[in-house]
């Protein structure tokens, strides 16, 4: 299953380092996502970008800082994380954005914050 | 907010055993999605119900919305091994494009 793709898939990160988690879609899809999940919560949704504009932000801390150069990659800023931050990180994509469009997921990044 | 329930949170059985898993909500959505997820991977789509009332069927796998679009079912016939894994719903509500999703429910089926 390549039509999500995600780099690095685990990442261990101190709390004034700076990283980055990329994502790339092969799919020809409009819409891309960052999910946060962490164990005994829903998947909880961070960023929405349709046609490389932003159209949602869930009230993410800045400490996340997302960038979507085109409609196919992806981009996860960090710093200065907290240890609480740490979970693993979905990226998915779906044809559009409006309507009830099937969303397609990558493998995720482990993320571990010492 | 709107919220997906599901019930069972873990369930462990014997490879060959029936299984139904629930989906409920007190919302309405417009389609209703399945996935399921192992251990390190991302969730994998098995299947979108968009009409109340639909029935899909997927190998031993059979999905049900319900008539008033507010729940789902999945039901499992004679299990195996390689059914273990996180099985999620998440429902299309009123935000477009914005999915809810459910916190899952864990399956084991031992040999």
């Known amino acids: 299953e390549t039509g999500v793709t995600q780099t690095p898939r685990h990442l261990v990160m101190g709390m004034t380092n700076k990283k980055s988690l990329k994502c790339e879609q092969h799919l020809g899809h409009n819409a891309m996502y960052w999910y946060k999940q962490s164990a005994k919560k829903p998947l909880e949704l961070m960023f929405v970008y349709s046609l490389e504009e932003r159209v949602e932000n869930n009230s993410v801390p800045s400490r996340f800082s997302p960038e979507c150069p085109n409609s196919s990659h992806l981009f996860l800023h960090l710093h200065t994380l907290q240890p609480e931050d740490s979970a693993l990180y979905l990226c998915a994509s779906s044809q559009e954005f409006e309507g009830a469009y099937e969303q397609y997921f990558g493998p995720g990044t482990r993320l571990t914050v010492t | 907010t709107q919220l997906l329930e599901q019930s069972p949170q873990f369930l462990s059985i014997q490879e060959g055993e029936n299984l139904t898993v629930y989906c409920n909500s007190s919302s309405v959505f417009s389609s209703l999605q399945w996935y399921r997820q192992e251990p390190g991977e991302g969730p994998v789509l098995l299947v979108t119900v968009v009409t109340g009332g639909e029935v899909k069927k997927l190998k031993r796998l059979t999905f049900q919305f319900g008539d008033a679009r507010k729940d789902s079912s999945l039901h499992i016939t004679a299990a195996q091994p390689g059914d273990t894994g996180l099985y999620l719903c998440?429902?299309?509500?009123?935000?477009?494009?914005?999915?809810?999703f459910g916190r899952g429910t864990q399956l084991t089926v031992w040999p």
């Open positions: 998440a429902g299309a509500g009123s935000t477009l494009g914005r999915l809810y």
